[in-house]
């Protein structure tokens, strides 16, 4: 599969703990977004990466989350002190270089904080 | 305000009966209308986008700016339609985010 790939595909965590999610996108795409989707909602955008800078950053991304990309290909996106509110599908999507490029999205990371 | 509406939650149709799914947006530029689907138990996927002007799997969607609407049609539906679809906005920052806003998603169930 040469798709877009998130690891893990759901983490069940205790409020408090600190989680960490990879994204691994298409190869030769440059540019990485995370979004999280919420029950009964659509997408919502978190941050941006070009290559390994981090261009925008969404209100929605508090204090405690914190997002790298530190080589220009593999994401991860941290939550510290998780809370109950944070618990929700974490997507990730790539797209190439070109304005309009599509954005490709992988399948998610689905976070319970009990 | 950058927004995207979709009033429908749900949307029933039989098989075979046209669909029309409603996009409304707010923006204050140009944007890039695009509708995005997730079929069950898979990824969200490209559906189409207004700039390409073209029919995917039967549907297709035509901007009108006058109304900001950007609504999905399909003059028959069949069974395989049924996911849920998502229309969603980008700006036309020429070369600088491109991050998509998305409406709340219709749900499209078609009925045999």
């Known amino acids: 599969d040469t798709g877009v790939s998130q690891d893990p595909r759901h983490k069940i965590t205790k409020r408090g703990q600190n989680v960490t999610f990879r994204c691994d996108p298409i190869?030769?795409?440059?540019?990485l977004y995370w979004y999280r989707q919420t029950l009964g909602q659509g997408p919502e955008f978190l941050t941006y990466?070009?290559?390994?800078?981090?261009?925008?950053k969404s209100r929605l991304l508090s204090d405690r989350f914190s997002a790298e990309r530190p080589k220009g290909s593999f994401s991860t996106l941290e939550i510290q002190r998780t809370e109950q509110g944070d618990s929700a599908m974490y997507l990730c999507?790539?797209?190439?270089?070109?304005?309009?490029?599509?954005?490709?999205f992988g399948p998610g990371t689905r976070l319970t904080v009990l | 305000a950058q927004r995207v509406t979709q009033p429908e939650k749900l949307l029933s149709v039989f098989k075979g009966a046209p669909v029309e799914l409603k996009c409304n947006y707010s923006?204050?530029?140009?944007?890039?209308l695009f509708w995005y689907v997730q079929y069950s138990r898979q990824r969200l996927q490209l559906l189409l986008r207004?700039?390409s002007r073209e029919s995917i799997k039967g549907f297709t969607a035509d901007l009108n700016k006058g109304e900001t609407s950007f609504h999905l049609k399909k003059p028959f539906a069949q069974e395989e339609d049924s996911a849920m679809y998502y229309c969603?906005?980008?700006?036309?920052?020429?070369?600088?985010?491109?991050?998509?806003?998305f409406g709340t998603g219709t749900l499209l169930a078609v009925q045999p």
């Open positions: 923006y204050s530029g140009s944007p890039e």
């Open positions: 969603a906005l980008s700006g036309r920052y020429g070369g600088a985010t491109n991050k998509l806003i």
């Open positions: 207004h700039i």
């Open positions: 999507a790539s797209s190439g270089q070109e304005i309009y490029n599509e954005q490709f």
């Open positions: 190869s030769e795409h440059n540019r």
């Open positions: 990466f070009q290559n390994e800078a981090q261009l925008e």
